[in-house]
């Protein structure tokens, strides 16, 4: 018991300063759900996107170039999300990438 509770304290301790600073994964999943999922799907024009496709060095990068559609448009532009808003979703995508302890999709 007492070896699991450290197990757990450690991933916690571990896992915070993953996300990105400032920003709620509560808050991004809302916003991948609501702006970015309508073309981010199955089927959709810009293709699966969810947290597992990328690492967290590779989400950091991506929204450190703050470019989108491939490079040809400036991330957020299309979606009209403020700079706090894109926090919030670099916080669930970098939170959730595939070698986080938390891997997840955005579901919905």
Same mark, same amino acid.
């Given at each position: /018991?007492?070896?699991t509770?450290?197990?757990?304290?450690?991933?916690?301790?571990?896992?915070?300063?993953?996300?990105?600073?400032?920003?709620?994964? $509560?808050?991004?999943?809302?916003?991948?759900?609501? @702006?970015?999922?309508?073309?981010?799907?199955?089927?959709?024009?810009?293709?699966?996107?969810?947290? $597992?496709?990328?690492?967290?060095?590779q989400?950091?990068?991506?929204?450190?170039?703050?470019?989108?559609?491939?490079? =040809?448009?400036?991330?957020?532009?299309? =979606?009209?999300?403020?700079?706090? @808003? $894109?926090?919030?979703?670099e916080?669930? /995508?970098?939170?959730?990438?595939?070698?986080?302890? @938390?891997? /997840? =999709?955005?579901?919905?």
């Amino acid at each position: /018991m007492r070896n699991t509770l450290f197990t757990l304290l450690a991933m916690a301790a571990l896992a915070a300063p993953l996300s990105a600073k400032g920003g709620s994964e $509560l808050k991004g999943k809302f916003y991948i759900l609501k @702006q970015c999922k309508p073309c981010h799907a199955e089927g959709k024009s810009g293709g699966v996107v969810t947290p $597992l496709i990328k690492t967290q060095a590779q989400w950091k990068a991506y929204f450190k170039a703050a470019k989108h559609n491939k490079g =040809t448009e400036k991330l957020g532009a299309h =979606t009209k999300l403020t700079p706090a @808003q $894109l926090k919030d979703v670099e916080a669930f /995508m970098v939170a959730h990438a595939s070698d986080s302890p @938390q891997p /997840m =999709t955005c579901g919905g």
